[in-house]
């Protein structure tokens, strides 16, 4: 332990010095860079941030990227000012990324290429976060109590009943390709796809009625549409304001223009044909032809080049499968403070690596300019060491996803049953466990103790409990035995996604075993694991993670990452709470909140509401220990090229992909 201490308070002296030189780094200034103020300059044109809730101030004109003027004196690009929208989004401090982590925003310069690197498919979780658009906004992952604000719409207002959601879009916002986004691509979204069956076969939960019916659409006029709800939903514009639920994942919005040309409604089954053909699809498959030509959430893939977009950056080329160019959307409808037409960077090359083990020599070979999702505390030292030689520097940032122990409530052993409905012995199980140790030997120290969960250690308070319940009976190897005289056995089961899994669950085996308790761990394959997760037939799992930051700050997040995942609630009370108690099993008393506190989450009638509910939420959480969080916070690093600026600099490091359009190249 005095080991593992040494080595904590190494890698603590390291994040200091880390954090003091992060601040550092300056360089000379390119011609091209010293451009993107000129452009086309607009005089006189005032930007209304009163209703964006920013403070952009006076913008006296706008200005665009100089590859953008140069279109525009050729002739092959309106001028700035008509490509943006009547009123863009000025971004500032606080507009994305919360202000205590990056409290000063610079105003950047135009230009550069920005690589990225992940194994498997171009672009990754670094494409992913900085394409994210949602429909409304919130800073960071939001507060539970506040109201959304405009990000794509413009703004909405909510009825007193919380029924009725009436959106404003942005007069004169475009696509990237320059058609005008109006509520014929809200009508077309809501009618031809998610009530279409074959494009949408399970109308989404979140936009439909507690009785399962779908919302009611109304088209106002060309930019103002309405949502009406049967019952109260001032939960709804958090599912608008999501970053894990953007414009091309909702859907509530779809280039109508240009997906009409794969929709059987809207073009015959003869024209689609040679499509069809073209990708290995049969006649009667156009909705799936549709699929791969809309963005609907997925990945970078040559069929999508051309769809249009309302992201930063556009799909303009794939060289080979591996690599995918995006190029910035001239049609942007964010600006900064000074009228500069965002983003800031030209383009993004998104490469990809074979496996992950090939990442580090990218990186420290100068490579890479940003990567975020697959590195690990545990290469923060090799990656330190290699910073000057690849021209990057290493911030250390907080995870949003701690991972969770979770149990299998609905096991079909009734024996089994009984025993982990007792609070009793879930509490007796994470008072074994040894936090501080945790922290040590497998994070280095970069980890806090969990707060949704207790974190206190105590052995002794745990043997109690078991005692206490009825497990106090011990076979003649010293484990204790269940109620039917058989030896009280923990399997713990895992597909092992990411290096910290093994070395957690190895403690916990050891941890459960000094309580009496014949503890054992098991890695299966992921879809294997799935199998037995659907099929009921696990016990304890340790192998996904839960996104507990984002669903603190926007509550409808806990639908996605909590009460819709069978890892998490079980097979059992999933089928129960998504199927509304007609199947499954229903939760004890002493689980059930965690599921009504949504549902009173969901039917407030104001955004306040919410606010209570998700306190109420939290302590039942933490009081029932539905599941068991060891630790938070784990420290992971963010590489980052030292060119860039407006890089948050604490905080969560997903932060820095939200705010990949205001990210530039100092030198």
């Given at each position: 332990?005095?080991?593992?201490?040494?080595?904590?308070?190494?890698?603590?002296?390291?994040?200091?010095?880390?954090?003091?030189?992060?601040?550092?780094?300056?360089?000379?200034?390119?011609?091209?860079?010293?451009?993107?103020?000129?452009?086309?300059?607009?005089?006189?044109?005032?930007?209304?941030?009163?209703?964006?809730?920013?403070?952009?101030?006076?913008?006296?004109?706008?200005?665009?990227?100089?590859?953008?003027?140069?279109?525009?004196?050729?002739?092959?690009?309106?001028?700035?000012?008509?490509?943006?929208?009547?009123?863009?989004?000025?971004?500032?401090?606080?507009?994305?990324?919360?202000?205590?982590?990056?409290?000063?925003?610079?105003?950047?310069?135009?230009?550069?290429?920005?690589?990225?690197?992940?194994?498997?498919?171009?672009?990754?979780?670094?494409?992913?976060?900085?394409?994210?658009?949602?429909l409304l906004n919130q800073p960071g992952f939001g507060t539970p109590g506040e109201k959304p604000v405009?990000?794509?719409?413009?703004?909405?207002?909510?009825?007193?009943?919380?029924?009725?959601?009436?959106?404003?879009?942005?007069?004169?916002?475009?696509?990237?390709?320059?058609?005008?986004?109006?509520?014929?691509?809200?009508?077309?979204?809501?009618?031809?796809?998610?009530?279409?069956?074959?494009?949408?076969?399970?109308?989404?939960?979140?936009?439909?009625?507690?009785?399962?019916?779908?919302?009611?659409?109304?088209?106002?006029?060309?930019?103002?549409?309405?949502?009406?709800?049967?019952?109260?939903?001032?939960?709804?514009?958090?599912?608008?304001?999501?970053?894990?639920?953007?414009?091309?994942?909702?859907?509530?919005?779809?280039?109508?223009?240009?997906?009409?040309?794969?929709?059987?409604?809207?073009?015959?089954?003869?024209?689609?044909?040679?499509?069809?053909?073209?990708?290995?699809?049969?006649?009667?498959?156009?909705?799936?032809?549709?699929?791969?030509?809309?963005?609907?959430?997925?990945?970078?893939?040559?069929?999508?080049?051309?769809?249009?977009?309302?992201?930063?950056?556009?799909?303009?080329?794939?060289?080979?499968?591996?690599?995918?160019?995006?190029?910035?959307?001239?049609?942007?409808?964010?600006?900064?403070a000074a009228g500069n037409q965002l983003p800031y960077i030209d383009e993004i090359r998104a490469d990809?690596?074979?496996?992950?083990?090939?990442?580090?020599?990218?990186?420290?070979?100068?490579?890479?300019?940003?990567?975020?999702?697959?590195?690990?505390?545990?290469?923060?030292?090799?990656?330190?060491?290699?910073?000057?030689?690849?021209?990057?520097?290493?911030?250390?940032?907080?995870?949003?996803?701690?991972?969770?122990?979770?149990?299998?409530?609905?096991?079909?052993?009734?024996?089994?049953?009984?025993?982990?409905?007792?609070?009793?012995?879930?509490?007796?199980?994470?008072?074994?466990?040894?936090?501080?140790?945790?922290?040590?030997?497998?994070?280095?120290?970069?980890?806090?103790?969990?707060?949704?969960?207790?974190?206190?250690?105590?052995?002794?308070?745990?043997?109690?409990?078991?005692?206490?319940?009825?497990?106090?009976?011990?076979?003649?190897?010293?484990?204790?035995?269940?109620?039917?005289?058989?030896?009280?056995?923990?399997?713990?089961?895992?597909?092992?996604?990411?290096?910290?899994?093994?070395?957690?669950?190895?403690?916990?085996?050891?941890?459960?075993?000094?309580?009496?308790?014949?503890?054992?761990?098991?890695q299966v394959e992921s879809s294997l694991l799935s199998s037995r997760v659907q099929a009921n037939e696990?016990?304890?799992?340790?192998?996904?993670?839960?996104?507990?930051?984002?669903?603190?700050?926007?509550?409808?997040?806990?639908?996605?990452?909590?009460?819709?995942?069978?890892?998490?609630?079980?097979?059992?009370?999933?089928?129960?709470?998504?199927?509304?108690?007609?199947?499954?099993?229903?939760?004890?008393?002493?689980?059930?909140?965690?599921?009504?506190?949504?549902?009173?989450?969901?039917?407030?009638?104001?955004?306040?509401?919410?606010?209570?509910?998700?306190?109420?939420?939290?302590?039942?959480?933490?009081?029932?220990?539905?599941?068991?969080?060891?630790?938070?916070?784990?420290?992971?690093?963010?590489?980052?090229?030292?060119?860039?600026?407006?890089?948050?600099?604490?905080?969560?490091?997903?932060?820095?992909?939200?705010?990949?359009?205001?990210?530039?190249?100092?030198?």
């Amino acid at each position: 332990m005095k080991i593992r201490r040494a080595i904590a308070l190494m890698f603590a002296f390291l994040l200091v010095v880390m954090l003091f030189l992060s601040g550092c780094g300056s360089g000379s200034t390119s011609k091209e860079q010293e451009s993107a103020g000129e452009g086309n300059i607009e005089k006189g044109e005032k930007v209304d941030e009163g209703k964006e809730n920013v403070s952009g101030g006076e913008i006296g004109g706008f200005k665009e990227a100089p590859m953008l003027a140069k279109l525009v004196e050729e002739g092959k690009l309106p001028p700035v000012k008509e490509r943006l929208p009547e009123e863009p989004l000025v971004y500032v401090e606080g507009t994305e990324v919360p202000v205590n982590d990056l409290p000063k925003l610079e105003i950047g310069k135009y230009g550069g290429t920005l690589r990225i690197v992940n194994p498997g498919s171009p672009g990754g979780g670094e494409w992913w976060a900085i394409s994210r658009e949602p429909l409304l906004n919130q800073p960071g992952f939001g507060t539970p109590g506040e109201k959304p604000v405009g990000n794509v719409l413009k703004d909405f207002d909510m009825s007193e009943d919380g029924r009725v959601f009436t959106f404003y879009m942005r007069k004169g916002l475009k696509w990237s390709d320059g058609h005008p986004v109006t509520t014929e691509d809200v009508r077309f979204a809501y009618e031809d796809v998610l009530l279409n069956e074959e494009l949408t076969p399970v109308f989404p939960t979140w936009l439909a009625n507690p009785d399962g019916t779908p919302c009611e659409l109304e088209i106002v006029d060309e930019y103002t549409f309405r949502i009406k709800f049967k019952e109260p939903y001032a939960l709804f514009p958090y599912t608008l304001s999501l970053h894990w639920q953007t414009w091309d994942s909702g859907p509530l919005l779809q280039p109508s223009h240009y997906m009409k040309k794969f929709h059987i409604k809207y073009t015959p089954l003869e024209e689609l044909k040679p499509l069809l053909e073209e990708n290995g699809l049969g006649e009667n498959e156009w909705y799936r032809l549709y699929s791969l030509y809309s963005w609907g959430g997925g990945a970078l893939e040559k069929t999508r080049i051309g769809c249009p977009t309302l992201a930063p950056y556009m799909l303009v080329d794939m060289p080979s499968a591996q690599v995918a160019i995006l190029r910035r959307n001239p049609y942007y409808w964010k600006v900064d403070a000074a009228g500069n037409q965002l983003p800031y960077i030209d383009e993004i090359r998104a490469d990809t690596v074979t496996t992950v083990d090939m990442l580090p020599m990218k990186i420290m070979g100068g490579e890479v300019d940003l990567a975020r999702q697959a590195v690990s505390i545990t290469e923060v030292a090799l990656y330190k060491e290699n910073e000057n030689k690849g021209g990057y520097r290493v911030i250390p940032l907080k995870f949003h996803c701690p991972i969770p122990i979770t149990f299998n409530y609905s096991n079909p052993d009734p024996v089994w049953r009984e025993i982990v409905w007792d609070t009793r012995f879930r509490q007796a199980l994470n008072l074994a466990i040894n936090r501080e140790e945790i922290i040590d030997a497998v994070y280095h120290g970069f980890a806090s103790p969990s707060k949704i969960t207790p974190s206190e250690y105590d052995p002794e308070k745990a043997n109690q409990l078991l005692d206490n319940m009825g497990l106090d009976k011990r076979d003649s190897e010293g484990w204790r035995l269940r109620p039917d005289g058989k030896r009280m056995e923990l399997l713990i089961e895992t597909s092992a996604p990411a290096t910290d899994f093994i070395p957690m669950i190895e403690l916990l085996v050891e941890y459960w075993k000094n309580i009496g308790i014949y503890t054992t761990m098991k890695q299966v394959e992921s879809s294997l694991l799935s199998s037995r997760v659907q099929a009921n037939e696990t016990q304890v799992i340790v192998s996904s993670w839960f996104d507990l930051p984002v669903a603190q700050g926007n509550p409808y997040m806990l639908e996605w990452v909590f009460l819709n995942d069978r890892y998490k609630v079980s097979d059992g009370f999933h089928k129960w709470y998504t199927r509304f108690g007609k199947e499954g099993i229903e939760p004890p008393d002493s689980l059930k909140p965690v599921f009504e506190l949504y549902r009173k989450m969901r039917a407030s009638k104001s955004f306040e509401e919410i606010g209570i509910h998700m306190d109420e939420w939290e302590k039942a959480m933490h009081d029932s220990l539905f599941l068991i969080v060891p630790v938070e916070d784990v420290m992971i690093p963010l590489i980052v090229s030292n060119r860039i600026k407006n890089v948050p600099e604490k905080g969560y490091q997903i932060m820095a992909n939200f705010a990949g359009e205001v990210l530039f190249y100092d030198e």
